[in-house]
């Protein structure tokens, strides 16, 4: 019997080939600011801590569902924060992380060899990483008239994008959603991003301006790691047509695929209170502000980043050139092309640094 490992199905794993550049950048003076991963930094909110602690004696196993509790907050934040009224409790389905979700979607909705599954040209690794782990085709695309008449079974759209920062408006939503319908693909939204507007409104896949009303073939994945300061929790969910959650809960349930209470318990937390994200947000917004006018200080161009927690920057060269140049100074950011052909020219700047770190990033540049 021959086996071939999944491993080896898969393209290799993106930041490791930063070794050298981190070890470069670690060498100043001044120690390394890691402006690579969007990893936040900042402390959990008291109130989201306290409701993890709160269960911390629970012996027995979670709901894969998540409790009602949990679902209620998820429905009512959407509401709340993005205007999204009518979205079921049913509706939603705790994840464990939206990494994890959006790298299983394709092969827990059945897709597979056959299948093609459609991704922005500029986009998040793990789109086309779960796309191969369920065997289908990969096909970057930013606009409906790319894909041509191929057969299409999934559709991601990403706004605000990782990397790029670019905000998708109602329209271009409306018009993949009723290409998609046409078709009968199931159109995936990752919306991680989606609160952290600065230049533009980032809109929702769920919006009622783009489902006409009706939550059919449609999914988001809202994730707390960014607005929430959640990454090292796992907390996500998934959110939409509730056939479709109904689905995922079911194979979800085969596949032991639960999140742990206490962390179902400060996802209900912290969907249930605004003020932790709007102070998250404003230091958000303050980096942003700093690092931007560093980075055009220093001669470069930045493209998009009209929201999410990255700069999407070019010195106009090969971006694996302007990655030396930044470790030159300490800094270490992440090459354009991690996220396909089209980044070739470009890094990705992120903000979730300290503000200390921040600051020594711009008296650098």
């Not at 070019?314 to 396909?340: H, K, N, Q, S």
Request: glycine share 10%.
């Amino acid at each position: 019997m021959t086996r071939t490992p999944v491993a080896r199905t898969l393209p290799d794993f993106p930041w490791d080939s930063l070794a050298d550049a981190t070890a470069r950048a670690a060498a100043h003076e001044g120690g390394l600011v890691d402006l690579s991963v969007g990893t936040p930094v900042d402390p959990v909110a008291p109130v989201i801590r306290e409701a993890l602690a709160s269960v911390a004696d629970r012996p027995g196993y979670p709901t894969t569902a998540g409790t009602p509790e949990l679902r209620a907050a998820a429905s009512a934040a959407l509401e709340r924060r993005y205007g999204l009224a009518g979205i079921p409790a049913d509706a939603v389905l705790p994840v464990i992380g939206s990494k994890e979700a959006i790298a299983w979607l394709p092969r827990l909705l059945g897709f597979g060899i056959g299948d093609t599954v459609v991704i922005p040209e500029l986009a998040y690794p793990t789109y086309e990483v779960g796309a191969l782990l369920a065997g289908a085709r990969v096909l970057r695309a930013d606009g409906t008239a790319q894909v041509g008449p191929a057969p299409v079974s999934m559709v991601y759209v990403n706004s605000p994008s990782n990397p790029t920062g670019k905000v998708l408006g109602v329209d271009h939503l409306r018009k993949v959603v009723d290409w998609a319908r046409q078709r009968g693909a199931i159109v995936v939204s990752d919306e991680c991003y989606l609160g952290l507007g600065w230049d533009a409104e980032p809109v929702s896949i769920l919006d009622p301006r783009v489902t006409g009303g009706s939550l059919d073939g449609l999914l988001a994945v809202h994730s707390l790691s960014k607005t929430s300061s959640l990454a090292s929790y796992r907390a996500a969910f998934i959110a939409g047509d509730p056939g479709l959650v109904a689905e995922l809960l079911a194979v979800r349930k085969h596949a032991g695929m639960m999140v742990p209470l206490p962390i179902q318990a400060a996802m209900t937390a912290a969907l249930s209170e605004d003020e932790h994200e709007r102070i998250q947000r404003e230091r958000y917004g303050r980096r942003r502000a700093i690092l931007k006018e560093a980075v055009l200080g220093a001669g470069l161009r930045i493209d998009d980043s009209e929201a999410g927690l990255y700069l999407w920057a070019t010195r106009g060269e090969p971006c694996r050139d302007t990655v030396d140049w930044f470790a030159e100074r300490g800094i270490l950011v992440a090459p354009g092309e991690f996220y396909g052909p089209r980044g070739g020219e470009h890094v990705r700047i992120a903000l979730t640094a300290s503000d200390e770190r921040i600051e020594a990033a711009a008296a650098r540049l």
